[in-house]
């Protein structure tokens, strides 16, 4: 059986007004319109599979939502089959900026076509709690590291939602580098790509595995956010001029269903995406983590692999709220009254228990039909469909949805003394 439903569990009454609570947010009252950054700000690529199956590196020149229009790095000289970092550097900035500025011949993608902004690698770096009105909203008091696995999938894509679960959004920021990053001079030398991207949490696994007295240790929250499509990423793969100036102005924002539920810019990252990489360079990101039962560094070798993503962490405005006096109250008389006191010190599981089947029972989380929405300024648009386990679409080929289910039994494994 699930470890997310008690198997008994006692009837208290549930709070009225439960279903429809929900975080508030701080929104701009101008509504996002993605666009291309300018030329004379960034260049904007994307990557689309060849008649062959060769990738081919597009520059991107007009962008109106379901269709883009792009050159072909391959007409300017570049290989084809190479990454878009090696395909640009090949035929270099001006030539870029020629290309893009001036008369010429373009072809016309449709944006369900066009493969995942992010590399084909499976391991990245999430953060958590690094904007300031999220870390308030989830009881955060610090910035933190975890490693998320998964590959990425389309900007056009579709979720599973298993029965249990309680599925979160969250819109981020990424970036991914043109090589390996060992030392804060590396990130400094580096060619820096920024994507948008979704990283999806089951917060029913969350809460059953979470340290609640060092969330810092960030122990659950691979185990939570790794899973098949749980990384989909945005159109494109911008390259900035000035990453800093970049970040500082883009803005992010969330639609469930067509209601705007997160707003944000980068600016409001607590740590930029220079202290990011130096927080994980420095003493492994100072966490205690594992995944599927077992102990794993935060980076293998100490180094940020050439592929892998930083995220940025979200901003405020997710669907998870802590546990209520009712959740706890509920969850300590389940502890004392079924003798579960007998066997585990802590009511911590019984609480756990509790929250998530409240919060099933008032299906505030997202379900099978919804439709997730993550926009940017100019990275482009993330459109995902929830569907069931049954549903046939969950085989269609998308890059980086193989990623296989996690065993319950072996992801308790890792958890501390407190939950057990």
């Known amino acids: ?186 990130f400094r030398a580096a060619r820096m790509g920024f994507f948008l991207c979704g990283d999806f949490t089951d917060r029913a696994r969350l809460v059953h595995m979470i340290d609640s007295k060092n969330i810092r240790s960030a122990r659950g929250f691979s185990d939570a956010k790794s899973g098949a499509d749980y990384f989909p990423t945005g159109p494109f793969l911008v390259i900035p001029h000035n990453w800093r100036t970049f970040i500082q102005k883009e803005r992010i924002v969330t639609y469930l269903n067509g209601e705007l539920r997160q707003d944000a810019r980068g600016g409001e990252m607590i740590l930029d995406f220079e202290a990011l990489v130096a927080k994980a360079l420095t003493n492994g990101g100072g966490g205690n983590y594992c995944f599927r039962g077992k102990p794993i560094p935060l980076l293998d070798d100490e180094t940020i692999a050439r592929g892998s993503a930083v995220m940025s962490g979200t901003g405020e405005g997710v669907i998870f709220m802590p546990p209520t006096w009712e959740d706890k109250l509920g969850g300590i008389l389940d502890h004392i009254l079924l003798g579960r006191f007998l066997h585990e010190k802590s009511p911590f599981n019984s609480i756990a228990n509790r929250f998530v089947r409240n919060e099933l029972k008032a299906e505030r989380y997202m379900r099978v039909g919804d439709k997730v929405v993550h926009e940017s300024s100019s990275m482009g648009a993330v459109h995902v469909k929830l569907i069931a386990p049954d549903d046939p679409r969950q085989n269609i080929r998308k890059p980086g949805s193989s990623v296989p289910s996690i065993d319950d039994e072996t992801s308790l494994t890792c958890m501390s003394g407190e939950h057990r």
């Open 1 to 186: 059986m699930s470890y997310y439903t008690a198997p008994i569990s006692l009837s208290l009454f549930t709070i009225p007004g439960r279903s429809t609570r929900m975080n508030r947010i701080s929104a701009e009252t101008q509504v996002l319109k993605p666009e291309l950054a300018p030329v004379s700000t960034a260049f904007t690529f994307t990557q689309v599979e060849g008649t062959s199956g060769e990738v081919r590196v597009l520059l991107v020149t007009d962008y109106r939502g379901a269709h883009i229009e792009a050159i072909d790095l391959a007409d300017l000289g570049a290989p084809v089959g190479a990454d878009v970092f090696d395909a640009s550097a090949a035929v270099g900035d001006e030539a870029l900026k020629r290309a893009a500025t001036t008369r010429g011949s373009r072809s016309r993608y449709v944006i369900d076509d066009l493969l995942p902004s992010g590399a084909m690698v499976d391991k990245h770096l999430a953060t958590g709690a690094n904007f300031l009105e999220h870390a308030k909203e989830a009881s955060s008091r610090t910035v933190f590291n975890f490693p998320k696995f998964g590959k990425p999938t389309p900007a056009r894509t579709t979720l599973v939602v298993k029965p249990g679960t309680l599925m979160d959004y969250e819109a981020e920021i990424s970036v991914r580098f043109d090589r390996d990053i060992r030392s804060i001079a590396d």
